[in-house]
T-cell receptor, first 113, second 112 residues
Framework: GNSVTQMEGPVTLSEEAFLTINCTYTATGYPSLFWYVQYPGEGLQLLLK?????DKGSNKGFEATYRKETTSFHLEKGSVQVSDSAVYFCALSDPGANSKLTFGKGITLSVRP | NAGVTQTPKFRILKIGQSMTLQCTQDMNHNYMYWYRQDPGMGLKLIYYSVGAGITDKGEVPNGYNVSRSTTEDFPLRLELAAPSQTSVYFCASTDSVNQPQHFGDGTRLSIL
């Protein structure tokens, strides 16, 4: 079956630091990959997506590249801000399974001023 | 531009009580989903629907039921509440495969 593995958290960074959050996946088909973000007390919001190998998703300074050879979709940002403090979820969508999402466990990011 | 709306936002139930979590979307999406979120566990799929009149089980369906009589609404029913169902519940929808899901703000449910 499908699975998503995220690095263990939480992660605490100083403002303007470089961010990497690792995500690897196992899938039987050709999934789409997503990063969702959850701010305190809110639902999940799409941060970025990639639908095929070598695609790069980007939004709000965050980037992630769909690497089929390493089955990875690591999230990066060059300079984090306090407002980036949130929980980040990596997920895959299997088009052969009615787009059901398989989520990683999520990682909490805290950014200090 | 409401998107996905969930009600109620918070609820406390006693063991054995029943309740329905409401979810409605105004985007004419065919696909709808119910997830539960437990601390440190990510989100787990409870039930999903690919269109009105069609529902199917997800990863953790025990203790829940759903129906989909219209495209807009996808209620989740708890018949006999148990402490293990204490969680945050999210409803989501999408219009087609490979497209992102849109999430509601969640229902925080406590069973005591």
């Amino acid at each position: 079956g499908n699975s998503v593995t995220q690095m263990e958290g939480p992660v605490t960074l100083s403002e303007e630091a470089f961010l990497t959050i690792n995500c690897t996946y196992t899938a039987t088909g050709y999934p789409s990959l997503f990063w969702y973000v959850q701010y305190p007390g809110e639902g999940l919001q799409l941060l970025l997506k990639a639908t095929k190998a070598d695609d790069k998703g980007s939004n709000k300074g965050f980037e992630a590249t769909y690497r089929k050879e390493t089955t990875s979709f690591h999230l990066e940002k060059g300079s984090v801000q306090v407002s980036d403090s949130a929980v980040y979820f990596c997920a895959l969508s299997d088009p052969g399974a009615n787009s059901k999402l398989t989520f990683g466990k999520g990682i909490t990011l805290s950014v200090r001023p | 531009n409401a998107g996905v709306t969930q009600t109620p936002k918070f609820r406390i139930l006693k063991i054995g009580q029943s309740m329905t979590l409401q979810c409605t979307q105004d985007m004419n999406h065919n696909y709808m989903y119910w997830y539960r979120q437990d601390p440190g566990m990510g989100l787990k799929l409870i039930y999903y629907s690919v269109g009105a009149g069609i529902t199917d089980k997800g990863e953790v369906p025990n203790g829940y039921n759903v129906s989909r009589s219209t495209t807009e609404d996808f209620p989740l029913r708890l018949e006999l509440a148990a402490p293990s169902q204490t969680s945050v519940y999210f409803c989501a929808s999408t219009d087609s495969v490979n497209q992102p899901q849109h999430f509601g703000d969640g229902t925080r449910l406590s069973i005591l």
